[in-house]
T-cell receptor, first 113, second 112 residues
Framework: EDQVTQSPEALRLQEGESSSLNCSYT??????LFWYRQDPGKGPEFLFT???AGEEKEKERLKATLTKKESFLHITAPKPEDSATYLC??????????????FGKGTLLTVNP | EAQVTQNPRYLITVTGKKLTVTCSQN?????MSWYRQDPGLGLRQIYY???????DKGDVPEGYKVSRKEKRNFPLILESPSPNQTSLYFC???????????FGQGTRLTVV
């Protein structure tokens, strides 16, 4: 069974204080790993897709990396507007032709001014 | 504007009264799916569809039905809602199986 574990559950940072969020996954074969941002009461908003170990992607203050067992979302010099829940999801190759995404429970990030 | 639209946004209903939550996307995406989000449990997939007339169960399909008669629409049907189906529901669509999913704004359902 595919599993995704995110840590920490909650993270509080001061503005400008860089940190990383972790997403550990267990799948028989990885088709893709996705990072989303979710604001309260809204649908998840896509950030990144990573397909193979060693891959990295960046967008503004965010950088996502991938290894064979985990992914990190690095946040550099965060601002209060980066406060949100960050979700990680995986899609496995073992599912054959199906379309299944398994989500972690998310990390609630709060950035204080 | 590319978007996934769900209706209604909020719904309070009584146990056993059939309801439908609509989902429509304007991006000509092949793949669509429904999720429920509950505190402490995260997002869980209910059903998905890979094309018109092709649907399959996700992780928590019990008590739900779906149909995909048109490419753009993927309604979620609760034939006999129960209080344990009180949740926040999201519809999503993707161009390909392994590309990013675009989510709707959510439907908050309360069954009393």
């Amino acid at each position: 069974e595919d599993q995704v574990t995110q840590s920490p559950e909650a993270l509080r940072l001061q503005e400008g204080e860089s940190s990383s969020l972790n997403c550990s996954y267990t799948v028989s074969g990885l088709r893709g790993l996705f990072w989303y941002r979710q604001d309260p009461g809204k649908g998840p908003e896509f950030l990144f897709t990573l397909y193979s170990a060693g891959e990295e992607k960046e967008k503004e203050r965010l950088k996502a990396t991938l290894t064979k067992k985990e992914s990190f979302l690095h946040i550099t010099a965060p601002k209060p507007e980066d406060s949100a829940t960050y979700l990680c999801a995986v899609q496995a190759t073992s599912g054959g032709s199906n379309y299944k995404l398994t989500f972690g429970k998310g990390t609630l990030l709060t950035v204080n001014p | 504007e590319a978007q996934v639209t769900q209706n209604p946004r909020y719904l309070i209903t009584v146990t056993g009264k059939k309801l439908t939550v609509t989902c429509s996307q304007n991006m000509n995406h092949e793949y669509m799916s429904w999720y429920r989000q509950d505190p402490g449990l995260g997002l869980r997939q209910i059903y998905y569809s890979m094309n018109v007339e092709v649907t399959d169960k996700g992780d928590v399909p019990e008590g739900y039905k779906v149909s995909r008669k048109e490419k753009r629409n993927f309604p979620l049907i609760l034939e006999s809602p129960s209080p344990n189906q009180t949740s926040l529901y999201f519809c999503a669509s993707s161009l390909l199986r392994n590309t990013e999913a675009f989510f709707g704004q959510g439907t908050r359902l309360t069954v009393v």
